[in-house]
């Protein structure tokens, strides 16, 4: 059963003093791995010109054209490398500016080409190097049409990635900074830090902080369109870059053709109900995986009480954080260990023997296997900056925390609501940046019906949030697919097939569908 989602606490969004925006930046130099050289910002490995962004004077005229040259790497043999001139803030077209990276793979079949399609990932992760990944797991030989009749583009987005990117010297929650405050002084000292990151990434990025917002982005991808020469593109998305795709399509109605979008997340209601539905989805996941764990012979752990022992885990680490062999990292919490957790689940139920071998490497007193990041897409401090500018950030109290505190454990007993939208959320509190409004509700009138495509158990989202974003878009239809994984493109012919079928000739499978391969 899902636990019932209650009203988030009545308080309107904490109003932050406008931090200044014009922090030098700093003056390396370097290669950004597209064949050019880099200048300014902060080894950003990506070109800005202006003084907020990248310490420089120059201001210049956005072109409008992308700059390719062939790609160096081999994953992107016979590939396209481009960067193209964007302004940091749409509003000063004349302002400074920065520097987008994207990757374009031709269609195979040039005579048959449908058009262009945009890959994109999750919010802080790169597309490119989603698209080298999947190249180098065999993209070709499985994806059919997706590869046959259509370009595919891959654009990190803006503080992302090749794109330049944000950089920051502060520690995203260094020791001693909880995400689940306990008392004032603890959430104070959250706060305290919050701010301090958040000072220093301006200090760096300058106006760049300010303007990494969803809707900024939504406007390099039309840039991008314009400088591709395409009257419309086609959208494959993966969670934040669902809502990126809706913002899109609101911004510049009929400029996509269709909108493949994969584990959808529900943006309807509060940032609270967003970070519930999360813990809800997780905690299923993790008993998911407790259950396997119990009887697989996959699992280290089996035949055990694997629940009990991991809450065992966790309670000790947070009476005395467990240490990570060869001290390249601090001891671990509790708390890292319930974040770490939600890691293993998100990609797809293959990571269960290795989630299971940290519990008792761990268990062993030795938490490493924790600190590893299974998604290497993903920096989790470029992430940070956009969550704090889109959308309304309600808590600033400790009170409120508490609160939260309180119905995360009820929703998530095993993982006490550690999830990423709500680490994200707490990386937010204090933070001296005004944020964004979003909009997040109604039809979308200028997107065409979409395929979204929702994995029955996943630890992200639950399969319920599938339905209110194709609620969104009119015509849209939910293809469902028994199991637990991420990116299902890549590990089902079925969805492969539908996928195809849709991109190709805009035929959506019937609605209620459900693939069990």
Not at 148 to 175: N, Q, Y
Not at 283 to 311: H, I, M, P
Not at 349 to 368: M, R
Request: aromatic content about 6%.
């Amino acid at each position: 059963m899902i636990t019932p989602v209650l009203a988030a606490p009545s308080q309107n969004p904490p109003t932050a003093n406008t931090a200044s925006s014009n922090a030098p930046g700093g003056n390396a130099t370097g290669s950004n791995g597209f064949g050019s050289k880099t200048t300014g910002g902060n080894a950003t490995g990506s070109k800005t010109t202006g003084g907020n962004v990248a310490g420089g004077n120059g201001r210049g005229q956005v072109s409008g054209r992308i700059e390719w040259r062939a790609c160096a790497e081999a994953e992107f043999q016979g590939m396209r490398c481009g960067t193209m001139r964007v302004p940091v803030d749409w509003s000063r077209p004349g302002g400074e500016q920065l520097e987008l990276a994207l990757v374009q793979r031709p269609a195979d079949d040039q005579a048959r080409r449908v058009g262009t399609l945009m890959l994109n990932n999750g919010v802080g992760r790169s597309a490119i190097e989603q698209l080298r990944l999947a190249m180098k797991a065999g993209l070709p030989h499985i994806a059919g049409d997706m590869t046959k009749r259509f370009d595919l583009v891959a654009l990190d987005p803006r503080g992302v990635g090749r794109s330049t990117p944000i950089r920051c010297a502060e520690p995203l929650r260094p020791a001693g900074v909880s995400y689940f405050p306990q008392n004032q002084r603890a959430f104070q000292k959250l706060v305290t830090h919050n701010r301090a990151l958040a000072r220093d990434c301006l200090r760096r990025n300058g106006d760049l902080m300010a303007n990494v917002d969803i809707t900024s982005v939504a406007r390099d991808v039309e840039a991008v369109r314009k400088g591709l020469g395409e009257r419309q593109l086609n959208w494959y998305g993966i969670l934040y870059s669902n809502l990126l795709g809706r913002t899109y399509a609101d911004l510049f109605p009929g400029r996509l053709r269709t909108m493949y979008l994969d584990t959808a997340l529900d943006n309807t209601g509060s940032p609270l109900r967003r970070i519930f539905n999360e813990a809800s989805a997780a905690e299923q996941s993790f008993n998911r995986f407790a259950t396997w764990c119990t009887t697989s012979d996959d699992c280290v752990l089996k035949g055990r009480d694997v629940a009990a022992e991991y809450d065992a885990l966790i309670a000790r680490a947070d009476r005395d954080p467990i240490p990570v062999a060869g001290g390249a990292h601090r001891p671990l919490t509790g708390e890292d260990i319930r974040v770490a957790t939600q890691e293993f689940m998100n990609v797809s139920f293959i990571q269960w023997p290795a989630l299971a071998k940290a519990i008792a490497k761990a268990q062993a007193g030795d938490a490493s296997e924790f600190t590893r990041n299974p998604d290497r897409t993903l920096d989790l401090v470029q992430a940070q900056v956009p969550t704090c500018l889109d959308g309304a950030r309600p808590i600033r109290t400790f009170q409120q925390v508490a609160w939260v505190r309180k119905r995360l454990a009820e929703i998530s007993p095993h993982l006490g609501g550690a999830v990423s939208s709500w680490n994200r959320y707490a990386g937010c509190i204090g933070w001296p940046i005004d944020a964004k409004a979003v909009d997040s509700g109604g039809k979308v009138r200028g997107a065409p019906p979409a395929l979204v495509v929702q994995s029955t158990h996943q630890a992200l989202a639950l399969h319920s949030e599938s339905r209110a974003l194709a609620s969104q878009l009119p015509g849209s239809v939910v293809l469902s697919r028994a199991g637990d994984d991420y990116s299902m493109f890549m590990v089902s012919q079925c969805v492969r097939d539908s996928a195809n079928r849709y991109l190709t000739d805009r035929t959506l499978p019937k609605p209620g569908t459900v693939c069990t391969d």
